[in-house]
């Protein structure tokens, strides 16, 4: 069964997302970090620890 994402749960998005363009929105309750798609925010939504999120952005930065 999924884990419910709290409601009080502060999505953000990238502010160099255009209108209409796809982009991933970030929000973090309590040490917990939630992913999902901007054009799909009642789609799924991947749900990961803090050390994971450090060590995605970690990963991400050293390939740009």
Request: glycine residues 6%.
């Amino acid at each position: 069964m999924p884990r419910p994402i709290p409601a009080d749960v502060q999505w953000r998005t990238s502010t160099h997302t255009s209108d209409g363009a796809n982009c991933v929105e970030v929000g973090e309750h309590r040490g917990t970090f939630y992913l999902r798609d901007s054009t799909d925010r009642a789609g799924p939504t991947l749900i990961i620890t803090y050390n994971d999120w450090i060590n995605l952005l970690s990963a991400i930065r050293s390939r740009v």
